[in-house]
């Protein structure tokens, strides 16, 4: 079974510009959980889709966004980066079952700069 | 809220035991661990549920304390393939969606 599929898996953006990630998870599998992971936070949770609806989001600024398509594919959307921004993005994606969160799956990451 | 893990960092002698704490000031449906290589993705390790018995996989093996809302992962007999930072993973009970939320991490350090 082919893993979580993340591209691009390296970017450099500028303050001000935009940038859409984008995952596709284990087939069968669900939910689409982000994270954001940096040396001083660690793995910071940000949203979480299941069946094309946000089910649980963290505590990031409205500047991140999210959506998932019917084929489970998500993307992830930041606007206006800042340079703390600077971080890899971790997408993992799991079955989700009667409410539970099953195992997850993590993709390689995207690893994005902001200068 | 972030599950607390202790020691931050720890460094062995290969072939030494290790073990790594994870607490939740909130009641806990399960805990995950994961362990994550330098430029890697983490990877899965092993869920304990509530009311489940202690998990194992290989020479690591992990236990959930209920009434305390604690885990620990035991390493024994560590060899150099365990070095890396790793994390455990929380899902509290609460509401009908859970998330998890993950510690801090521990950087675990196997010397030859």
């Known amino acids: 079974k082919a893993g979580v599929t993340q591209t691009p898996r390296y970017l450099i953006k500028t303050r001000g510009q935009q940038v859409t990630l984008s995952c596709s998870p284990i087939s069968g599998h669900r939910s689409v959980s982000w994270y954001q992971q940096t040396p001083g936070q660690g793995l910071q949770f940000l949203f979480e889709y299941f069946s094309e609806t946000q089910r649980n989001k963290g505590n990031f600024p409205g500047r991140f966004s999210g959506r998932q398509f019917s084929n489970s594919r998500s993307e992830m959307n930041v606007s206006t980066l800042e340079l703390g921004d600077s971080a890899l993005y971790l997408c993992?994606?799991?079955?989700?079952?009667?409410?539970?969160?099953?195992?997850?799956?993590f993709g390689p990451g995207t690893r994005l700069l902001v200068l | 809220q972030q599950p607390v893990q202790s020691p931050q960092a720890v460094i062995l002698r290969e072939g030494e035991d290790a073990v790594i704490n994870c607490s939740s000031s909130k009641a806990l449906y399960s805990v995950h661990w994961y362990r994550q290589k330098h430029g890697e993705a983490p990877v899965f390790l092993m869920i304990l549920l509530k009311g489940g018995e202690q998990k194992g996989h290989e020479k690591i093996s992990a236990s959930f304390n209920e009434k305390k809302q604690q885990s620990s992962l035991y390493l024994t007999a560590s060899q150099l393939s365990y070095s890396g930072t790793y994390f455990c993973?929380?899902?509290?009970?609460?509401?009908?969606?859970?998330?998890?939320?993950f510690g801090s991490g521990t950087q675990l350090t196997v010397l030859p």
């Open positions: 993992a994606s799991s079955r989700r079952l009667a409410g539970r969160q099953e195992t997850q799956y």
């Open positions: 993973g929380t899902e509290v009970i609460s509401g009908s969606a859970r998330q998890l939320t």
